[in-house]
């Protein structure tokens, strides 16, 4: 398969030898931009080169999009739907009632280069290890290699599902073998903040910016004091509280972003 090659500011990428995944400048540059020049010149062309797109290379391998991500291909790509048949570009699909994730998730097979649709926002790449899960918000899951499956993740007491701002139910990201994921931020990468736990920590956060978690972290929501009194004298009131052995994502400048100032 010969690829069309372009002078792309590639972000991120993760490569095998049948599949390369790369986050790269929407539309491609001009072959005299001068990054530098723009960015002391003009202010207009930071904000063109501010999208960002999820550019994939197939050979002979799958992928899952989510539903309606998909904004053109060239090559030998055909689409997988769930009951078995090949069509052709993805429709989008009925969300789903139980979370914000659309409820069928095409995949498409084959060799050649897809673009899915650009973002004004941050893309990030992982990689899972074979059997290791992560629970996301809904909204998160963009696209992934097929050998993940993305699925649900029922709160596992009452508190968190009715108190944490999460809802009943998340986005479950599961690996069978090694797998490559690609999620859409709601903030900028940069404001992320990670927390790794040992097994004898505690996490706790007032306000609903977690925004990922390894499966193997609890979740529950509980009073910020021993006693309702003093949780109304702190201020604080409920808590997200995470504890157990893997990574949590905060994103401490979200609930700021939907705020007028």
Known sequence: MQFRHNDFRVFSSLKRDNLV??????G????????????SVNHHDQERFSWQQVRILLKDTSVVLEAGALQYMFG???????????????????????????????????SGE???????????????????????DDGLFFCAENTVKVGVAKQSNVSSALFGGEGLFQTKITASDNGYVVLELPVPEY????????????????????VLRSSTIEFSVEKSTKS?????????????TFRGRGEVW??????????PF
């Open 21 to 26: 995944i790369e986050v790269i400048q929407a």
């Open 28 to 39: 491609g540059l001009p072959e005299n931009y001068n990054a530098d020049l723009a960015k």
């Open 76 to 110: 030998n790509i055909e689409m997988e739907n769930r009951s078995g048949g090949v069509g052709g570009f993805a429709k989008k699909f009925v969300g789903s009632a139980v979370t914000g994730e659309t409820a069928s998730k095409p995949i498409y097979r084959g």
């Open 114 to 136: 897809m673009y899915l649709e650009p973002k004004r926002k941050d893309f990030t790449l992982i990689e899972l290890a074979p059997g290791e899960e992560i629970i996301v």
């Open 191 to 210: 404001e992320l903040v990670r927390y790794e736990l040992d097994g004898t920590e505690t996490l706790k956060v007032d306000g609903s910016f977690a």
């Open 228 to 240: 309702m009194l003093g949780s109304a004298s702190s201020g604080e009131g409920m808590l997200q």
């Open 250 to 259: 905060l994103a401490p400048t979200l609930p700021f972003r939907a705020r």
